[in-house]
């Protein structure tokens, strides 16, 4: 498996990196304006992946999806993230053809199961209408240097998932390196990986602009050597504009314009989407709520 890396960098200049970071930074926050509002909107994996969702809640917020179009001058939102128990009330209930239907897999957050549970959840996902999956891997064994174990499973899963989208989770804040992040990104898209994603949001550490930065350069690197565009998808932590607007910055800088479409640039987040309604004057309370009735 070392053999996949000999055709990428070998070493990466922290000191550059975390500079240059610093002035896409600074760059996005001059760049937030109500038309780039309207364009982050575009770009949400709307998230619900909390212990309190049931199917009446998770069908209530999708009809609240449904009724994007009509009610705002927006895009609707890209995605509707979900655990696999949910695809099908999200599948049956979504009206709109433009959002994709997303489904977690493989063990979400943990991915500490086996692989043949892994390939079951995938499987069963897909069956139910998932357009999408995003997977976690192995971050221990990746961490231990078994690269050809996360490799494999990333394989095993895309070739489940066939011509369903797969975004790989990386779990970058529990990589803690700069170089450990970009070869896990190079690991994944080699498998198979049609995204590869900063985190799962169930960790301390999120999405971060460096983390970001990295993947990016990875995917850049990753297109120049095989001519597949692959698609970056920071989540974590990803809940106001200032935010997610680096995220863009980043996006366009290193990667160019041909990449901030939905199909190559997702924002996996559940509170973003109701931020930048406020933000943009449509709502005044949060529109989108995945709770139960009792709440």
């Known amino acids: 498996m070392e053999q996949i890396f000999k055709n990428y960098r070998d070493s990466l200049n922290y000191a550059e990196i975390q500079d240059e970071v610093n002035k896409l930074v600074d760059k996005s926050q001059s760049a937030i304006n109500q038309e780039l509002k309207k364009k982050l909107f575009s770009f949400i994996d709307l998230t619900f992946l909390s212990i309190t969702d049931t199917y009446g809640s998770i069908r209530r917020v999708v009809e609240r ?5 009509h009610k705002f ?14 695809v099908e009330t999200v599948r049956t209930t979504l009206t709109d053809d433009d959002v994709r239907v997303v489904s977690v897999t493989g063990g979400f957050p943990a991915s500490q199961t086996l692989l043949e549970v892994k390939k079951l959840e995938t499987e069963l996902a897909i069956n139910s209408g998932a357009d999408e999956v ?3 891997i192995s971050v221990g064994e990746f961490l231990d240097g078994n690269y050809d174990l996360v490799y494999n499973e990333v394989k095993e899963l895309k070739q489940i998932s066939s011509d369903r989208r797969l975004k790989v989770i990386l779990e970058t804040g ?9 070869k896990a990104a190079i690991l ?32 850049k690197d990753y297109f120049q050597r095989t001519g597949r565009r692959v698609g970056l998808k920071p989540a974590g932590g990803v809940s106001v504009s200032d935010k997610a607007a680096i995220y863009y910055t980043i996006v366009d800088q290193v990667l160019g ?10 924002i996996g987040s559940s509170g973003l989407a109701n931020k930048l309604l406020k933000e943009l004057g449509f709502v005044q309370e949060d529109f989108f709520k995945s709770v139960p009735k009792g709440y």
């Open 73 to 86: 001058d927006l895009d609707n939102v890209a995605g509707v993230c979900v655990y696999p128990r949910f």
């Open 174 to 182: 529990t990589l803690n390196d700069f170089l450990l992040i970009y």
């Open 188 to 219: 994944a898209m080699e498998a198979g990986a049609d995204f590869v994603k900063t985190s799962t949001g169930k960790e301390k550490v999120g999405a971060t602009p460096e983390a970001a930065y990295v993947m990016a350069l990875a995917i």
């Open 134 to 136: 995003d997977m976690v």
């Open 257 to 266: 314009q041909q990449w901030l479409v939905p199909d190559l640039f997702r």
């Open 65 to 69: 999806v449904n009724q994007v179009k």
